[in-house]
């Protein structure tokens, strides 16, 4: 594995703090089983069974975990999470084939949170609705392992979808299946808002949760709507892609200090978090090593004359009349962002806003933005899978929220780890999903 170098940047703290060297995996293999009390716990424990490339885990490290182990399937998508969370034992597997005895082979301890969001296509509203969908069955996978492993606590996500119409019956099923094995269901379940928790995106989303019956119940994250954060807040810093013929035919380009000067000057309060410019005091995170130079993830979309013309004369809030793109308003939110379809259903391209100002639609980091994922996190190179990425993706900002519940019910401080992390390889950005799959049959 090649290191990533980090030129020094007397602009962010990071560099002025001259951070140290990335860290290995804190949970070998063992077979000392020694329970951890509340007493000694330094950071609490978290596994995620369904990860992605990491936005679930990255709100539940924030929150104040540490995240021991990610379960992801798809090859491309493990790689990315990889990359993100060095620290972390990455599993690419199928949940349907885990074991439990998978898992505790990594981990001397309990888990104090097990989390994940299983595929929801065949439950939302905006797909077929199919109560025969196969990825439906993989909630029943997630019940299957809170059962096996005994978790202190567990959080699954899923979409609104899943409390209407027939899917209320495996939503009953699954409550029922959880408390048979001893857990108490916050109730009534509810789903939340991501714009009410500091996220610039309208994006609704249902959380199951759960409390181990030795333990303190754990409740929902109340919303605060007054937290407005705009599309303005946003991406209104960034340096419009269309500048930099770099990013015609790659993901990343090198900005001078004067351009670096520029975007801190106009960034935010939320642009200057997601910078990690020491404003976030929720933050506990463990610090990564970052280039704030680099702009990343900002791969250009080229766009017929034709196209151009209609985007250029379409006001803000409106749709596109031919592919029925929208474009985003400066003072509002975006709507939901999407993931499309993966390659064994089609390769569906969800529909992406256009920029408030440029006649574009906007770039992976600028949806990255939209979705509260911090600069130095990275998705893969290519548009399509950096655009499902955060289209799947819990917003770590609605993730950190919930984790931080489960925080309270356990009544733990969260403390933020001083040793920084040096992100993974660049090219596990880069992947085929034939080279993901063989560097993960390789391990």
Request: hydrophobic share 35%; proline share 7%; charged share 25%.
């Amino acid at each position: 594995m090649t290191k990533q170098t980090v030129p020094p940047n007397p602009l962010h703290p990071c560099c002025i703090r001259g951070l140290g060297v990335g860290t290995q995996p804190k949970y070998p293999l063992t077979k000392d089983k020694g329970q951890r009390t509340k007493d000694s716990i330094d950071r609490p424990v978290a596994v995620d069974l369904f990860a992605g490339a990491g936005g679930f885990s990255l709100g539940v490290e924030q929150a104040g975990f540490d995240v021991a182990i990610a379960v992801e399937n798809d090859p491309v998508h493990a790689a990315v999470y990889r990359f993100n969370f060095p620290q972390t034992r990455v599993l690419c597997v199928d949940i349907a084939t885990l074991q439990a005895s998978q898992l505790r082979a990594f981990l001397n301890q309990d888990i104090d949170l097990l989390f994940g969001g299983p595929p929801c296509q065949g439950f939302s509203i905006a797909g077929k609705h199919d109560l025969k969908d196969d990825r439906n069955r993989l909630i029943f996978h997630f019940c299957r392992l809170v059962k096996e492993l005994r978790p202190r606590y567990f959080a699954m996500e899923n979409v609104p979808g899943l409390m209407q119409g027939n899917n209320k019956t495996l939503l009953r099923r699954l409550k029922r299946e959880l408390r048979a094995s001893g857990y108490r269901i916050t109730e009534p379940v509810r789903a939340l808002n991501a714009a009410d928790f500091g996220v610039p995106q309208v994006r609704s989303r249902l959380f199951l949760l759960g409390t181990r019956a030795d333990e303190h119940r754990v409740s929902y994250p109340q919303p605060n709507p007054e937290r407005r954060v705009s599309v303005r807040d946003a991406i209104a810093d960034l340096p419009d892609v269309n500048e930099f013929t770099e990013l015609e035919t790659g993901d990343e380009v090198l900005l001078n200090i004067g351009r670096v000067e520029q975007l801190q000057k106009k960034a935010s309060f939320y642009a200057r978090q997601l910078r990690e410019l020491g404003l976030d005091a929720d933050n506990f995170a463990s610090p990564r090593q970052w280039n704030p130079h680099l702009l990343t993830s900002s791969w250009r979309t080229l766009h017929a004359s034709a196209t151009l013309e209609r985007f250029r004369n379409l006001p803000p809030g409106e749709q596109d009349r031919i592919s029925r793109l929208r474009r985003l308003d400066w003072e509002g939110r975006c709507l939901t962002l999407r993931a499309g379809t993966g390659s064994e259903r089609g390769a569906h391209t969800a529909a992406r806003p256009l920029h408030p100002q440029c006649d574009r639609v906007i770039s992976v980091r600028e949806a990255a933005r939209l979705h509260s994922f911090p600069d130095w996190f990275r998705l893969h190179v290519t548009k399509w899978h950096g655009f499902r990425e955060v289209g799947n993706a819990v917003p770590p900002l609605l993730a950190r929220a919930i984790a931080r519940q489960v925080l309270l019910a356990l009544e733990i401080v969260p403390t933020t780890p001083t040793d920084a992390i040096a992100l993974g390889d660049p090219d596990w950005l880069r992947f085929t999903p034939k080279q993901a799959q063989r560097y993960w049959d390789s391990r």
